[in-house]
Protein backbone atom coordinates (compact mmCIF):
# COMPACT_ATOMS: atom_id res chain seq x y z
CA UNK A 1 0.00 0.00 0.00
CA UNK A 2 2.56 2.48 1.04
CA UNK A 3 4.62 1.97 -2.22
CA UNK A 4 1.02 2.11 -4.64
CA UNK A 5 0.58 5.37 -2.26
CA UNK A 6 4.31 6.51 -3.68
CA UNK A 7 3.70 5.79 -7.19
CA UNK A 8 0.37 7.82 -7.07
CA UNK A 9 2.12 10.30 -5.76
CA UNK A 10 4.61 10.93 -7.83
CA UNK A 11 2.49 10.13 -11.09
CA UNK A 12 0.35 13.20 -10.33
CA UNK A 13 3.66 15.52 -9.78
CA UNK A 14 5.01 14.35 -13.23
CA UNK A 15 1.73 15.46 -14.55
CA UNK A 16 1.69 18.71 -16.86
CA UNK A 17 -1.46 19.69 -14.28
CA UNK A 18 0.07 19.48 -11.29
CA UNK A 19 0.04 22.66 -9.47
CA UNK A 20 1.52 23.81 -6.01
CA UNK A 21 3.97 26.78 -4.92
CA UNK A 22 7.56 26.23 -2.96
CA UNK A 23 9.21 29.21 -1.56
CA UNK A 24 12.89 29.55 -1.63
CA UNK A 25 15.25 32.15 0.37
CA UNK A 26 18.19 33.76 -1.31
CA UNK A 27 20.68 36.39 0.19
CA UNK A 28 20.86 39.36 -2.15
CA UNK A 29 24.52 38.90 -3.00
CA UNK A 30 24.06 35.93 -5.26
CA UNK A 31 20.62 36.22 -6.87
CA UNK A 32 21.83 37.26 -10.10
CA UNK A 33 24.87 35.16 -10.51
CA UNK A 34 23.26 31.86 -9.72
CA UNK A 35 19.79 31.62 -10.00
CA UNK A 36 18.57 32.22 -13.46
CA UNK A 37 19.62 29.06 -14.74
CA UNK A 38 18.38 27.50 -11.71
CA UNK A 39 15.20 29.09 -12.46
CA UNK A 40 14.45 28.26 -15.66
CA UNK A 41 15.38 25.10 -15.65
CA UNK A 42 13.26 24.13 -12.37
CA UNK A 43 10.20 26.06 -14.30
CA UNK A 44 10.64 24.57 -17.85
CA UNK A 45 10.23 20.87 -16.02
CA UNK A 46 7.28 21.98 -13.63
CA UNK A 47 5.44 24.49 -15.42
CA UNK A 48 2.32 25.34 -13.42
CA UNK A 49 4.73 25.66 -10.60
CA UNK A 50 4.73 29.10 -8.21
CA UNK A 51 7.95 29.79 -7.42
CA UNK A 52 8.09 32.26 -4.71
CA UNK A 53 11.53 34.39 -3.64
CA UNK A 54 12.48 35.56 -0.37
CA UNK A 55 15.26 37.80 -0.41
CA UNK A 56 17.28 38.23 2.66
CA UNK A 57 20.56 38.28 4.86
CA UNK A 58 21.77 34.90 5.46
CA UNK A 59 21.18 34.80 9.43
CA UNK A 60 17.38 36.66 8.30
CA UNK A 61 16.56 33.84 5.78
CA UNK A 62 17.71 30.52 8.24
CA UNK A 63 15.43 31.98 10.46
CA UNK A 64 12.38 32.31 8.48
CA UNK A 65 13.40 28.55 7.63
CA UNK A 66 12.53 27.94 11.04
CA UNK A 67 9.85 29.44 11.22
CA UNK A 68 8.38 27.70 8.49
CA UNK A 69 7.86 30.73 6.10
CA UNK A 70 10.14 29.51 3.16
CA UNK A 71 10.66 25.95 2.31
CA UNK A 72 14.23 26.12 1.17
CA UNK A 73 17.04 28.89 1.40
CA UNK A 74 20.43 28.98 0.50
CA UNK A 75 23.21 30.93 2.46
CA UNK A 76 26.52 32.24 2.53
CA UNK A 77 28.41 31.01 5.73
CA UNK A 78 31.80 30.76 6.82
CA UNK A 79 31.05 27.18 8.02
CA UNK A 80 28.73 24.29 7.18
CA UNK A 81 26.54 23.34 9.68
CA UNK A 82 25.01 19.43 9.97
CA UNK A 83 21.96 20.61 8.93
CA UNK A 84 23.24 22.33 5.55
CA UNK A 85 24.43 20.53 2.16
CA UNK A 86 27.73 22.20 1.27
CA UNK A 87 27.13 23.24 -2.72
CA UNK A 88 30.24 25.11 -3.12
CA UNK A 89 33.49 27.33 -1.13
CA UNK A 90 35.06 29.97 -2.73
CA UNK A 91 37.11 32.82 -1.51
CA UNK A 92 35.83 36.04 -0.59
CA UNK A 93 37.12 39.16 -2.02
CA UNK A 94 37.53 42.75 -1.92
CA UNK A 95 36.34 44.60 -4.83
CA UNK A 96 36.65 48.52 -5.81
CA UNK A 97 36.12 50.68 -9.05
CA UNK A 98 38.45 50.03 -11.66
CA UNK A 99 41.04 53.05 -11.63
CA UNK A 100 40.00 53.93 -8.23
CA UNK A 101 42.04 54.72 -5.33
CA UNK A 102 39.56 54.93 -2.40
CA UNK A 103 41.06 51.57 -0.84
CA UNK A 104 44.33 54.13 0.34
CA UNK A 105 41.43 56.36 2.23
CA UNK A 106 42.22 56.34 6.38
CA UNK A 107 39.60 55.18 7.46
CA UNK A 108 38.52 53.69 4.39
CA UNK A 109 35.20 53.53 3.33
CA UNK A 110 33.51 49.94 3.36
CA UNK A 111 30.02 49.65 1.74
CA UNK A 112 27.99 47.52 3.91
CA UNK A 113 25.24 48.66 6.07
CA UNK A 114 23.74 45.54 6.91
CA UNK A 115 24.80 44.52 10.64
CA UNK A 116 23.04 41.08 9.89
CA UNK A 117 25.17 40.55 7.13
CA UNK A 118 27.85 37.54 7.15
CA UNK A 119 30.15 39.47 4.78
CA UNK A 120 30.28 42.36 6.42
CA UNK A 121 31.47 40.03 9.69
CA UNK A 122 34.04 38.83 8.00
CA UNK A 123 35.48 42.53 5.96
CA UNK A 124 35.11 44.08 9.60
CA UNK A 125 37.09 41.46 11.05
CA UNK A 126 39.97 41.33 8.59
CA UNK A 127 40.39 44.98 8.78
CA UNK A 128 40.69 44.95 12.99
CA UNK A 129 43.44 42.46 12.76
CA UNK A 130 45.26 44.31 10.21
CA UNK A 131 44.88 47.38 12.10
CA UNK A 132 43.39 49.14 9.73
CA UNK A 133 40.67 51.74 10.54
CA UNK A 134 37.35 51.67 8.77
CA UNK A 135 33.63 53.37 8.77
CA UNK A 136 30.29 52.01 7.38
CA UNK A 137 28.75 53.68 4.40
CA UNK A 138 25.35 53.19 3.92
CA UNK A 139 22.61 53.09 3.27
CA UNK A 140 21.43 49.58 3.17
CA UNK A 141 20.86 47.38 0.08
CA UNK A 142 22.70 45.55 -2.70
CA UNK A 143 22.29 47.64 -5.36
CA UNK A 144 23.15 50.79 -3.45
CA UNK A 145 26.15 49.12 -2.20
CA UNK A 146 27.61 48.53 -5.74
CA UNK A 147 26.82 52.06 -6.97
CA UNK A 148 28.61 53.35 -3.93
CA UNK A 149 31.71 51.44 -5.19
CA UNK A 150 31.25 51.69 -8.37
CA UNK A 151 31.75 55.79 -8.15
CA UNK A 152 34.70 55.02 -5.87
CA UNK A 153 32.95 56.08 -3.18
CA UNK A 154 33.64 53.04 -0.76
CA UNK A 155 34.80 49.27 -1.20
CA UNK A 156 33.13 45.85 -0.34
CA UNK A 157 33.57 41.70 -0.50
CA UNK A 158 31.80 39.18 -2.58
CA UNK A 159 32.82 35.82 -3.80
CA UNK A 160 34.84 35.55 -6.23
CA UNK A 161 32.38 34.27 -9.14
CA UNK A 162 29.78 36.82 -8.46
CA UNK A 163 31.40 40.07 -9.11
CA UNK A 164 30.09 42.25 -11.55
CA UNK A 165 32.85 42.47 -14.63
CA UNK A 166 33.12 46.28 -14.39
CA UNK A 167 34.02 46.08 -11.18
CA UNK A 168 37.79 45.24 -9.89
CA UNK A 169 38.87 42.65 -7.77
CA UNK A 170 41.83 44.33 -5.46
CA UNK A 171 44.81 42.31 -4.92
CA UNK A 172 47.48 42.58 -1.93
CA UNK A 173 49.29 45.52 -3.25
CA UNK A 174 45.54 47.64 -2.17
CA UNK A 175 46.55 47.14 1.06
CA UNK A 176 43.72 45.08 2.08
CA UNK A 177 43.81 42.43 4.41
CA UNK A 178 43.28 38.58 2.62
CA UNK A 179 39.48 37.76 3.60
CA UNK A 180 38.29 33.92 4.56
CA UNK A 181 36.56 31.61 2.12
CA UNK A 182 32.58 31.35 2.49
CA UNK A 183 30.20 28.49 1.58
CA UNK A 184 27.82 28.26 -0.23
CA UNK A 185 25.09 26.45 1.47
CA UNK A 186 21.76 24.51 0.97
CA UNK A 187 18.86 23.97 3.55
CA UNK A 188 15.80 22.43 3.60
CA UNK A 189 12.59 22.37 6.20
CA UNK A 190 13.50 18.78 8.26
CA UNK A 191 9.60 19.15 9.53
CA UNK A 192 6.51 19.28 6.02
CA UNK A 193 8.82 19.31 3.80
CA UNK A 194 7.30 18.68 0.23
CA UNK A 195 8.14 16.65 -2.94
CA UNK A 196 8.73 19.94 -5.01
CA UNK A 197 10.82 21.12 -2.42
CA UNK A 198 13.09 18.42 -2.80
CA UNK A 199 12.83 18.56 -6.66
CA UNK A 200 13.81 22.11 -6.83
CA UNK A 201 16.80 21.17 -4.68
CA UNK A 202 17.93 18.85 -7.28
CA UNK A 203 18.02 21.59 -9.88
CA UNK A 204 19.77 23.82 -7.94
CA UNK A 205 22.50 20.88 -7.06
CA UNK A 206 22.64 20.63 -11.00
CA UNK A 207 23.08 24.18 -12.04
CA UNK A 208 25.91 24.31 -9.49
CA UNK A 209 27.26 21.32 -11.07
CA UNK A 210 26.99 21.88 -14.14
CA UNK A 211 28.72 25.85 -13.71
CA UNK A 212 31.46 25.21 -11.93
CA UNK A 213 34.60 21.93 -11.89
CA UNK A 214 34.52 19.38 -10.19
CA UNK A 215 38.04 21.09 -8.27
CA UNK A 216 36.18 23.85 -7.59
CA UNK A 217 33.59 22.71 -6.07
CA UNK A 218 33.43 21.01 -1.95
CA UNK A 219 30.87 17.55 -1.64
CA UNK A 220 28.97 18.54 1.59
Not at 38 to 60: G, H, N, R, T, Y
Not at 107 to 112: E, H, I
Request: charged share 25%.
Amino acid sequence: RLIALNDEIWGLMSAPGFEGTVRLGVPADIIRPFLPPILKSFKDAWPKVQLELKCDSSMALREALAAGDIDITLTTESDTPGSAERLLTENLVWIGCRGGKVWYEDPLPVGNANPSCTFRAAMLRGLEQAGRDWRIVGPFGHDVMLAKVEADLAVTALLRSTVPAHLEILGPDSGLPELMPFHLNMYLRTSQSNEIAQELANHIRDQITRRYDKHERIAS
